[in-house]
């Protein structure tokens, strides 16, 4: 079954604990991103992947570090962890940046005390 | 399920009946605009998607408008069933030396049996 897995599901923290929330796709995806979505404000794009090796940005970076050392891989790496990063993360993937259907996971719920 | 929004802007809509659901964006630069649905406790899930130089396109059961004179983006919806019930999101496309992906904060659509 073509999907996009993301794990933990649901992960409770403290503050300055090192954590890392995987993601995976078995699509052959070149394009992969990270999205918090936090009540009123939507979703959010932390960092995204236009393929191995190569990383970028989005709106909300602070915080989050990522890599991209396989296709199918996008793990995203909270060094530091803080509460106002307490949210719900989705990892998506889509085939390239011409493509605007993005698949999305299951979502990951963090809550940091 | 996940709570993604607990102040969404709400539309009930009696089962049957077609449901239009807005969108205001503000870039003009924009190419792309995407409608993505979202299930509780489920990742966003695309629907459809317009060219900014397009200003109708027509899915299975959905319509999408695009009026660019007052940056103004709907999704219409057919005969709406119960199984439409979610949150429903826009997003736009922007390409700033990497495509990205804004969203908006999102429309829970209820219907009513």
């Known amino acids: 079954e073509a999907q996009v897995t993301q794990n933990p599901r649901y992960l409770i923290t403290v503050t300055g604990k090192k954590l890392t929330v995987t993601c995976s796709q078995n699509?052959?995806?070149?394009?992969m991103s990270w999205y918090r979505q936090d009540p009123g404000l939507g979703l959010r794009q932390i960092y995204y992947?236009?393929?191995?090796?190569?990383?970028d940005k989005g709106d909300v970076p602070e915080g989050y570090k990522v890599s991209r050392k396989e296709k199918r891989n996008f793990p995203l790496i909270l060094e530091s962890p803080s509460p106002n990063q307490t949210s719900l993360y989705f990892c998506?993937?889509?085939?390239?940046?011409?493509?605007?259907?993005?698949?999305f996971g299951p979502g990951t719920r963090l809550t940091v005390l | 399920g996940e709570s993604v929004g607990l102040h969404l802007p709400t539309l009930s809509v009696q089962e049957g009946d077609n449901s239009i659901i807005n969108c205001a964006y503000s870039?003009?630069?924009?190419?792309?605009f995407i409608w993505y649905k979202q299930e509780s406790g489920k990742g966003p899930q695309f629907i459809i998607d317009?060219?900014?130089?397009?200003d109708k396109r027509q899915g299975q059961r959905v319509t999408v408008l695009l009026n660019k004179t007052v940056k103004h983006l709907s999704l219409q919806i057919a005969a709406t069933q119960p199984g439409d019930s979610a949150v429903y999101f826009c997003?736009?496309?922007?390409?700033?030396?990497?495509?990205?992906?804004?969203f908006g904060t999102g429309t829970r659509l209820k219907v009513l049996a």
């Open positions: 997003a736009e496309r922007r390409f700033s030396g990497t495509y990205k992906y804004i």
């Open positions: 870039n003009s630069a924009s190419d792309y």
């Open positions: 317009i060219r900014s130089n397009m």
């Open positions: 992947s236009m393929n191995v090796e190569v990383t």
């Open positions: 998506a993937s889509s085939p390239g940046t011409f493509y605007n259907e993005q698949f």
């Open positions: 699509m052959n995806h070149e394009y």
